[in-house]
């Protein structure tokens, strides 16, 4: 990647200018490793190749899904381990978001149960001061120490906690657990969205713990190389076995599992609808195929249809949009072995319901499906606020 002068150089990676783009930068992985604040150091050859192939797959996936990330390209094979990203103001904060009690967090609380499942999600936030070991600090006390806005803290919290889970789904569906994540954020430092927060960083096999079936004695993660009694060639090479599984796996994370929707309207024209859950169906990438027929005066029609839809695509729902007339959606129904779902309701709702069914296989989906909801839930809650604005303290309160 062509790269300009040096700017930076972290534990593990490199930052470079880009020339003739200020606005970016390029990030480098290198082969070191370390733990315990910089106490433990090692070299392991590829390593940087590993961590950057994780990285940008973690951020491919997460800027799929529509979370704000500083990753734009890069950390494949050929990009000889660096990455293109936009340059940010970084926060100097750790956010950490745990699933289950490991770690850190079992070492404060010894009465947790280690192992167990953390429902909500916990978020925690430590100050990046490897001198003092990254002390803990409270919400409270990032804003009134300036560190970041309260406006910012509750977008860290959210963003942090959105990307835990989207990643949670990954490796759930490879059967591996994602017991906690850190992730570090930004404030794009100039050009399109200056100011506004990002997922930043790297976020590779570093920043988790993953234990596959759940089970501890199997992490595939860092935690392998802290916990080395001996650090030799031969521990250094388990370590690094490890971490290829990982990049290896994390290879599927962005790779979307393409699906169609064959939304059906029914008698009496419902071209409209048909457009309306299409559309519905568009802000979560999901291609439609759009027909109008009738079971009663085209059924000949409704079945070919079907039938060569089934014989076309591998992963099809259909959506019956039939304003009440219940014959389309049997005969459908009975033509097909895919999903037949209702549109006769609202058309955010049904394309809400098609994309949680591609979500059970697709984790880019189930990402975009999650940033809905939140979204959705998030403006249910702004309205609620501002029906509830504090009312102005009256005259005789101030002057008391
Ligand atoms: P803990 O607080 O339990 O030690 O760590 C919580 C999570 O944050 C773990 O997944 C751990 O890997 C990650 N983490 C904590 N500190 C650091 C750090 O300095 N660098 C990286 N890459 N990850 C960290």
Request: hydrophobic share 45%; aromatic share 4%; net charge negative.
């Amino acid at each position: 990647m062509n790269k300009g002068i040096e700017i930076a150089r972290g534990k593990t990676k490199i930052l470079y200018e880009h020339p003739g783009q200020p606005e970016m930068l390029v990030v480098k992985q290198t082969d070191r490793l370390s733990a315990g604040d910089g106490a433990r150091r090692s070299e392991i050859a590829g390593k940087g190749r590993l961590a950057a192939q994780t990285t940008s797959r973690v951020f491919r996936l997460l800027n799929l899904c529509g979370l704000p990330t500083h990753f734009v390209n890069g950390g494949e094979d050929d990009d000889d381990n660096e990455m293109l990203v936009r340059r940010c103001n970084m926060i100097p904060l750790e956010v950490v978001v745990r699933g289950v009690v490991a770690g850190s967090l079992a070492r404060r609380n010894p009465g947790l149960q280690r192992g167990g499942l953390l429902i909500p999600r916990m978020i925690e936030f430590f100050v990046k001061d490897d001198a003092n070991h990254d002390p803990q600090i409270a919400p409270d006390a990032i804003v009134s120490q300036g560190i970041a806005s309260a406006a910012e803290v509750s977008a860290m919290s959210e963003m942090a906690r959105l990307a835990f889970e989207i990643l949670a789904h990954a490796w759930r569906r490879r059967d591996v657990l994602l017991v906690d994540s850190k992730v570090e954020f930004g404030r794009i430092a100039s050009g399109d969205g200056k100011g506004s927060l990002v997922l930043a960083d790297v976020i590779d096999n570093d920043a988790w713990r993953i234990w596959p079936q759940g089970r501890e004695d199997r992490m595939l993660d860092k935690q392998v190389y802290r916990n080395l009694e001996t650090v030799d060639e031969e521990a250094l090479a388990r370590v690094k076995s490890a971490y290829e599984q990982v990049a290896e796996m994390v290879g599927g994370f962005p790779v979307m599992r393409s699906g169609t929707v064959a939304i059906f309207g029914g008698d009496g024209d419902q071209s409209e609808r048909v457009e309306r859950i299409a559309q519905a169906l568009g802000q979560y990438g999901l291609p439609a195929i759009r027909h109008v027929a009738s079971a009663s005066k085209t059924p000949g029609y409704v079945l070919q249809l079907a039938q060569q839809h089934d014989a076309t695509f591998p992963r099809l729902l259909y959506v019956a949009a039939s304003a009440g007339d219940a014959a389309l959606h049997a005969m459908l129904s009975s033509a097909t072995t895919n999903p037949v779902l209702n549109g006769d309701g609202d058309a955010d709702e049904a394309a809400l319901q098609c994309a949680k069914i591609f979500a059970l296989e697709d984790t880019v989906l189930f990402g975009r499906t999650l940033l809905v909801q939140t979204n959705a839930r998030s403006a249910v809650l702004h309205a609620d606020a501002a029906l509830n604005v504090p009312l102005p303290m009256p005259l005789n309160s101030q002057t008391a």
